[in-house]
């Protein structure tokens, strides 16, 4: 069984479409009659209406008008800027560097009082060390061929991470074993972080889980995500971030971290994983 990060944007640009269709047989218009008054090549509106083509706010503007309806574009241009920003490439979001984005997403993190967060592949960025931020951003920003600011990013999300320490904020985090032996960093720094694993989870807000390599399990790994309250849940796939808000689908992702939870180590046991791969870096 397995998900496609991909759903919900589909969903809700297929919606957008479902919409912008229904309006035209409102109107009593074919799709090549509402191309004509739109001014388009013929195929346009069918595009558009099969969710093919994404329409950009002048198109809807335009459609709405062909058919009368123009009280309706605002809400559609809305909503269809919220459904573009649910899939954002990372390139996209790095393009001028990734000290920006730590620093745009400051007040979600701010705001938030429950963080769940379920790490597969690496340590989340809010207990990363600085040595391990270092490592990990140079191999992002190499790997992606985005602006180098790696320096500055670090301690961008070296300041987002505050929250942990300062206000009214929750943790929950959960981490695959694997995540303690992937090394983004030297040994060194490596040993550095988990250290830090150890001294964080000491923290009366946080509460870290190692789910253990041997775990039966209930919900297979799947790819790191953010749950910001019961508001947004944010995946992370290779390619993009997918910001996840339709409260059915918030739901699906709170479960499979519950489920997750229930299999992880928590206090001693998982205190004796961190140590155990400090150990295997001697």
């Not at 990734?98 to 429950?114: C, D, G």
Request: aromatic residues 8%; charged residues 25%.
């Amino acid at each position: 069984m397995s998900t496609s990060p991909l759903s919900t944007a589909q969903a809700a640009r297929a919606a957008i479409a479902s919409r912008l269709d229904e309006i035209r047989r409102d109107a009593g218009l074919t799709g090549h009659e509402l191309a004509q008054r739109c001014g388009w090549h013929k195929s346009k509106a069918s595009r558009i209406a099969r969710a093919k083509t994404i329409p950009s706010d002048s198109d809807i503007r335009a459609w709405c008008q062909a058919c009368g309806a123009e009280d309706r574009a605002p809400d559609l241009i809305a909503a269809s800027r919220t459904a573009e920003s649910m899939y954002t490439q990372w390139r996209q979001i790095h393009r001028d560097g990734m000290r920006r984005i730590h620093e745009k997403t400051v007040p979600l993190y701010e705001r938030t009082r429950h963080f769940r967060v379920y790490a597969s592949n690496l340590v989340p960025g809010m207990l990363q060390s600085a040595d391990y931020a270092t490592g990990l951003l140079r191999s992002i920003t190499d790997f992606q061929g985005t602006p180098d600011d790696v320096a500055d990013a670090v301690q961008a999300r070296l300041n987002r991470s505050r929250v942990v320490y300062e206000g009214d904020h929750r943790f929950a985090l959960l981490l695959e074993e694997t995540v303690l032996y992937h090394r983004v960093c030297d040994d060194a720094a490596m040993a550095v972080q988990l250290r830090y694993l150890l001294e964080i989870m000491s923290r009366p807000n946080v509460s870290l889980g190692i789910i253990p390599f041997t775990a039966r399990r209930t919900v297979w790994p799947l790819e790191a995500f953010y749950a910001f309250d019961d508001a947004q849940v944010a995946v992370e796939t290779l390619t993009a971030e997918v910001n996840i808000t339709t409260p059915g689908e918030i739901r699906t992702y709170l479960k499979a971290f519950a489920e997750l939870s229930r299999i992880a180590m928590h206090g001693a046991g998982a205190r004796a994983a961190i140590n155990k791969a400090i150990d295997s870096l001697d």
